[in-house]
Structure formats: structure tokens, C-alpha cells
């Protein structure tokens, strides 16, 4: 059973149309991130929720914005989307404090993300 | 910050040869990850290992853990297409729940 789900795979938008990417979760754990990921590089992560904690990443332009309305939605928005957005988006949750195991992170599918 | 430097970049192999990846860093990491992650999909988790000098074998894979917990390594013997992703590594730092990845490791295995 999917444990992290992301809707839709893919996305189609227009260059600066508003385009929201969505993730649920059913392991009910306390913090959910977005990563953006471009073609066999690295996840880069833009920000996170530790429970309703929003988290920004510095280097995260204003242009990407993210909402969590409970504990198992959490909504990647991007306001303007530009050509250099294009790129695969995951979700990804944790649940801090099993820190015996290590922190591993559940990822989604992703969303990937063509800006036209 | 820190950092962790993977390499090879890129690997290109034929189908029963050996690899090894490896992940380095200058910081000290309390645990690290090992994730693959197909074409099209998110990574998936593939071992944790959380003391120095500790080795895990997973099939045909065998990680390792730096005794100083600052590098790591993954080692796949006689590579099948299967194994064809990319691989990284991912650390946690002492007091932080956040990961730091490695840029990656593409891996083709040629049939």
C-alpha cells in the first residue's frame, strides 16, 4: 500500500500560471518535506513542516510556497512557474525522534513538472 | 554546512562486474543512508547504518559505515541491469533530523 502519495505524476503548466502540487501521507509522521529535483542530480529540499512549523530553506526563492492543513496533506504551490522550474517534485515524510534507526525519509512517486 | 561528496558521478559498467561507490565527508554524520531511485520515481531507502565501522550486506550489496562515521561506502558485486538507478547517500547530522545528500552516483549496468 502507497504510503506516500503525490497527485498528479505529471503536471503541464504555462509559464506563470499557478500550479499546485499535492502529497498525503498515511504513516502519520510529524514532519513532511518538498524536494526539487532536476535530471540525475541530488534532491534539493525546499522547506518543511515539523507539525504545523514551517520551515524555509534560505536559498528558496518566494516563488515557491507550501501549506500543510493537517497532518497528512501538505501542498506544494508555485505562484509563477518559469522555465527553470521544470523538474521532477517529491514529497517526502519522517517521523523524528527514532533517532536509533536513523532519520530515514519516505519518499513519494513525485511530481514531475513540465512548465511550457 | 555540511557536505557529502559522492563519486564516481557517473558509472558505466557490463553486467557480473564489481563497483563501489563512496560517499565522504568532513562532518560527523550519527547515521547514513543508502537510497536508489528508479527513473521516474522517488527514492527508495535502501540501508541505514548507524555504527562506525559497521558493515551491512543486502544481497549482492555490502555498505559501510567510516569508523570515524564521516564516509561510507556501497559495494555491488557482480552488477546486474536491475541494479541500473541512481544511488545516493544521505547523512544526519548530530542534532538535526535533516538529511544532507550526496549529488549521487548514476549507475548503468550494460546487459
Known amino acids: 500500500d502507497a504510503m506516500v502519495i503525490q497527485n498528479p505524476r505529471y503536471q503541464v503548466t504555462q509559464f506563470g500560471k499557478p500550479v499546485t502540487l499535492s502529497c498525503s501521507q498515511t504513516?502519520?509522521?510529524?514532519?513532511m518535506y518538498w524536494y526539487q529535483q532536476k535530471s540525475s542530480q541530488a534532491p534539493k529540499l525546499l522547506f518543511h513542516?515539523?507539525?504545523?512549523?514551517?520551515?524555509n530553506e534560505a536559498d528558496t526563492p518566494d516563488n515557491f510556497q507550501s501549506r500543510r492543513p493537517n497532518t497528512s496533506f501538505c501542498f506544494l504551490d508555485i505562484r509563477s512557474p518559469g522555465l527553470g522550474d521544470a523538474a521532477m517534485y517529491l514529497c517526502?515524510?519522517?517521523?523524528?525522534?527514532?533517532?536509533?534507526?536513523?532519520?530515514?525519509?519516505?519518499f513519494g512517486p513525485g511530481t514531475r513538472l513540465t512548465v511550457l | 554546512t555540511q557536505l557529502l561528496e559522492q563519486s564516481p558521478q557517473f558509472l558505466s559498467i557490463q553486467e557480473g562486474e564489481n563497483l563501489t561507490v563512496y560517499c565522504n565527508s568532513s562532518s560527523v554524520f550519527s547515521s547514513l543512508q543508502w537510497y536508489r531511485q528508479e527513473p521516474g520515481e522517488g527514492p527508495v531507502l535502501l540501508v541505514t547504518v548507524v555504527t562506525g565501522g559497521e558493515v551491512k550486506k543486502l544481497k549482492r550489496l555490502t555498505f559501510q559505515f567510516g569508523d570515524a562515521r564521516k564516509d561510507s561506502s556501497l559495494h555491488i558485486t557482480a552488477a546486474q541491469p536491475g541494479d541500473t538507478g541512481l544511488y545516493l547517500c544521505?547523512?544526519?547530522?548530530?542534532?538535526?533530523?535533516?538529511?544532507?545528500f550526496g549529488k549521487g552516483t548514476k549507475l548503468s549496468v550494460i546487459p
Open positions: 544521505a547523512g544526519d547530522g548530530a542534532g538535526s533530523y535533516q538529511l544532507t
Open positions: 513542516y515539523y507539525d504545523k512549523d514551517f520551515n
Open positions: 517526502a515524510t519522517s517521523r523524528v525522534g527514532n533517532r536509533l534507526a536513523g532519520e530515514r525519509q519516505y
Open positions: 504513516l502519520n509522521h510529524n514532519v
